[in-house]
């Protein structure tokens, strides 16, 4: 097993896995994950810490993630705060499996080996110009995102150590023709469906609400409508980017750097080899060597001697090659190879011995400057916007402390404007005000009781702000007049749903009787018969329903997207089958059971672990 989890740790799936989470890191930051000292805690397993930093920032990576998939329904979420309370606990425990994972690894024995992190680097797309690896974007995105090379390193290596346990568990599960076959019919199923559709909102629409029951309800939910404590903000933002345009770049510029990095832009020379592997005795090598000697083609030895079975099924071919990726002794002899068709004597490495043969040379080549001009120029006005982003920062930071009853004197020496927000409470914030780190300075003592400015808060990489409370709204019960309409549109809605599941409910008792005629006498109409997959919006209920008797109907009713009332006739079932579908629903099965394999494994860690959860108990 050992060895299928060593291979697997190399394998496509790990590197799109770490290749998002790359992307996500370099453009969000980690820095709380490398700040050293004593923090605050949120969770603690065995030995291992969560700190409050750490949990901080994943929340507000995975807070940004949702909200740019779900935009204005994820807004509308957050102003629930038991929906907050709930998503916070959600990230905390995912961050708690991960180091429970993490542990077990580390008591397997789970290792993950230099050359291993250094090949994983080198293939990120994150960190490739024209497909290959460019090591002055590496050094940039991990400037950005707070890393140094060696933490870097340090942190893939624990993430595919820990991805070599949830392969370890997906190649031990297995799923047996039976079940497939089973799932396959089930899934492919199809039933005939007609439908009438109440909407509720035409009923809500046709209710009569009385001033008697909005001020009974008002008085019964007041609870409902207490507006939360507010505040009003002033605030300074200082972004790199938006230092960009104020960074001009010179064509003299552009041409200096472009003549001090030249090997930037210089393509190292490309050698096509192939070779023969022996792992036994030199002379076996030499055996091997006379053959190519007596003139049998390389090639065809290959196929027939060489020990490295996958290029051996090729000839010998390793296709092209530069230096520094592959083993000295190796290199240094297929790079003194005069000409194409040549081959080595026998060579020497730490993987056995070799004969390598030239096939091709590739020059190497310099890309001109006119072809990489704007490319120079982007760089160095990001080069250029970061310099002055970070000496604006300390402005600010020293503007704000020695002035803290007002931000006048900060915005003026950083050339910034002073944004004043509407009141707003924690869980409506204005975007730039929402992190948690932002709302923490806020309803600070310092910040909102004795109205001085924060220290300097970091938002993103090279994006900051300062902020000041204007001026604060307790807590209060909003009066009737000022919900009224709200209080109306709730219980018109109550009311019209209500009258939509009567009207449902009479009409399913009716059909069930055979009446036939209640439909008619409400001026109700099913719509024409129609065949519904799994997929279809209805299909959660309507698969729940009785299988009909033949030449009958099965009646029930369901709600839809909308909140609207559905009466269904189920009218039949239609049993298929798909062949073509087999080996989509077995992967499905098969992921479906290892996530369950997963789930099984850390509720055993769990069980076997000290977990507490100092976030929580606060």
Do not use: C
């Not at 050359?115 to 590496?138: N, T, V």
């Not at 007002?406 to 050339?415: G, I, M, P, Y």
């Not at 009787?513 to 129609?530: H, I, M, S, V």
Request: charged fraction near 25%; avoid cysteine.
């Amino acid at each position: 097993m050992m060895d299928r989890i060593r291979e697997g740790s190399t394998g496509l799936a790990v590197k799109i896995i770490l290749g998002l989470i790359i992307f996500s890191f370099v453009f969000a930051g980690v820095g709380s994950y490398l700040v050293g000292g004593s923090q605050p805690i949120a969770a603690k397993v065995g030995e291992r810490e969560i700190t409050r930093n750490e949990f901080e920032q994943v929340y507000q990576n995975e807070r940004n993630r949702m909200q740019s998939q779900l935009g204005d329904y994820f807004s509308t979420l957050l102003g629930d705060p038991a929906y907050v309370e709930q998503f916070r606990k959600s990230v905390l425990d995912r961050m708690v499996n991960d180091a429970l994972l993490d542990n077990q690894a580390q008591d397997l024995g789970l290792r993950v080996s230099d050359e291993q992190i250094r090949q994983a680097i080198l293939s990120m797309p994150q960190f490739q110009k024209d497909g290959k690896f460019d090591e002055e974007i590496y050094n940039i995105a991990l400037r950005r995102a707070g890393f140094s090379s060696d933490s870097f390193a340090e942190y893939l290596r624990q993430d595919l150590v820990r991805n070599q346990l949830i392969l370890a568990l997906e190649s031990t599960e297995f799923t047996l023709p039976s079940e497939v076959n089973a799932q396959n019919a089930l899934e492919t199923q199809q039933r005939e469906i007609r439908t009438i559709t109440l909407n509720t909102t035409e009923f809500a629409e046709k209710a009569a609400v009385s001033e008697e029951e909005v001020k009974e309800f008002y008085n019964a939910n007041k609870q409902q409508f207490v507006r939360p404590e507010q505040v009003k903000v002033a605030y300074i933002e200082l972004s790199g980017a938006s230092l960009k345009d104020q960074a001009p770049i010179s064509d003299d510029e552009v041409k200096e750097y472009y003549q001090a990095n030249q090997d930037k832009y210089s393509t190292q020379e490309k050698r096509e080899v192939s070779h023969i592997l022996i792992n036994g005795d030199e002379a076996d090598a030499k055996a091997v060597l006379a053959r190519l000697d007596a003139g049998e083609d390389f090639a065809a030895v290959a196929k027939d001697a060489s020990q490295d079975i996958p290029t051996a099924k090729e000839g010998g071919s390793l296709g092209w090659i530069e230096r520094g990726v592959i083993d000295p002794e190796f290199e240094d002899v297929a790079f003194q190879l005069v000409n194409v068709g040549d081959y080595s004597g026998v060579v020497k490495s730490a993987f056995g011995y070799h004969i390598i043969q030239l096939n091709g040379v590739e020059k190497p080549t310099t890309k001109p400057l006119a072809e990489v001009s704007a490319e120079i120029k982007a760089f160095l006005v990001d080069e250029h916007a970061a310099d002055a982003f970070y000496s604006l920062q300390t402005e600010l930071a020293e503007k704000a402390f020695e002035s803290p009853d007002s931000l006048d004197d900060a915005a003026e020496a950083v050339n910034a404007t002073i944004i004043t927000t509407d009141f707003f409470s924690q869980v409506d914030a204005p975007e730039a005000l929402a992190s948690q780190a932002v709302l923490q300075a806020i309803y600070s003592a310092e910040v909102k009781e004795d109205g001085l400015n924060s220290d300097v808060i970091e938002i993103a990489p090279e994006h900051i702000i300062v902020v000041r409370v204007e001026d604060v709204r307790d807590e209060a019960v909003l009066p009737l007049e000022d919900v009224k309409q709200n209080v109306v549109a709730r219980l018109s809605q109550s009311k019209g749903e209500q009258k939509a599941l009567e009207l449902a409910q009479g009409v399913i008792a009716a059909l069930n009787k055979g009446e036939t005629n209640y439909l008619a006498d409400n001026e109700l109409n099913f719509t024409e018969a129609r065949m519904i997959t799994r997929a279809d919006e209805l299909a959660n209920d309507v698969y729940r329903l009785q299988k009909p008797e033949q030449g009958t109907s099965t009646y029930a009713q369901v709600m839809d997207r909308q909140g609207n009332h559905v009466i269904v006739a189920l009218d039949g079932v239609l049993e298929l089958g798909n062949d073509a579908m087999i080996e989509q629903v077995a992967t499905r099965l098969l992921r479906t059971q290892t996530q369950q394999d997963l789930t099984a494994t850390l509720d055993t860690l769990k069980a076997n672990s000290d977990i507490s959860y100092p976030l929580l108990e606060q």
